[in-house]
C-alpha cells in the first residue's frame, strides 16, 4: 500500500503542478498590475503623500474591478466546466457496457480531463478572490490612513490660524 500511496500522492503533485501553472499563466497579467501597485506602495510606504494615497486607493479600486470581473467569469466556466464533465459521463456511461459498477468506472476514467478542467477553473476563480480581498484590504487600510493624514492636515491648517494655538509639550490649547 505505501508504494501505491506514493504513486497516487507524486501523480497529485504532478498534476497539480500542471494545473498551477496554467492557472498563474491566467491570472498574471491580471494580477500583474497589483503586484505592481502593492510594490509601489511597499516602496514608498514612508512617503506617502495625500495626493500619492489618493492615486494608490484609485488605481487599487480599478484594478479590484478588473480583477471582480475575471473572478466572476473564472466562476462560470467551472460551472461549465462541472456541466461539461457531467455531459461527458453521461455519454460515456450510456455508451459503456458490462455492469453497473464497470459501467461507471469506464465513465469515471473517461472524464478525468474533464474534471482537471474543473479544478483548474475553480483554482483559477479562488486565486482572483485570494488577490480581491487583498486589495479590499488594502483599499479599506489606505482609506483610514488618508483619512488620519487628511484630519491631521485639517488640524494643522487650524492650528496655524490661531483658532488653536499650537501644541505645548503635547497639548493642545484653545482660545476663546
Known amino acids: 500500500m505505501g508504494q501505491e500511496?506514493?504513486?497516487?500522492?507524486e501523480a497529485v503533485e504532478l498534476t497539480y503542478s500542471?494545473?498551477?501553472e496554467?492557472?498563474?499563466?491566467?491570472?498574471?497579467?491580471?494580477?500583474?498590475?497589483?503586484n505592481q501597485l502593492i510594490y509601489e506602495i511597499e516602496t514608498n510606504i514612508?512617503?506617502?503623500?495625500?495626493?500619492?494615497?489618493?492615486?494608490?486607493l484609485l488605481r487599487a479600486q480599478l484594478c479590484a474591478y478588473n480583477i471582480s470581473e475575471f473572478k466572476d467569469k473564472s466562476g462560470i466556466k467551472a460551472?461549465?466546466?462541472?456541466?461539461t464533465k457531467k455531459q461527458a459521463y453521461a455519454i460515456s456511461y450510456n455508451g459503456a457496457e458490462g455492469s453497473v459498477a464497470n459501467r461507471d468506472a469506464q465513465a469515471t476514467l473517461a472524464i478525468s480531463e474533464n474534471v482537471v478542467a474543473q479544478c483548474l477553473y475553480n483554482l483559477v476563480a479562488s486565486m482572483a478572490k485570494t488577490k480581491l480581498d487583498s486589495l479590499h484590504r488594502l483599499i479599506d487600510t489606505l482609506k483610514s490612513i488618508l483619512m488620519s493624514r487628511m484630519q491631521e492636515a485639517k488640524f494643522m491648517n487650524?492650528?496655524?490660524s490661531n483658532e488653536i494655538a499650537p501644541t505645548t509639550n503635547g497639548h493642545v490649547v484653545l482660545h476663546s
Open 18 to 20: 500542471q494545473v498551477k
Open 5 to 9: 500511496l506514493n504513486k497516487a500522492l
Open 22 to 34: 496554467i492557472a498563474d499563466n491566467l491570472v498574471y497579467p491580471l494580477f500583474q498590475p497589483a
Open 46 to 56: 514612508n512617503n506617502l503623500s495625500i495626493e500619492a494615497l489618493r492615486d494608490y
Open 79 to 83: 460551472e461549465v466546466a462541472e456541466a
Open 158 to 160: 487650524i492650528g496655524m
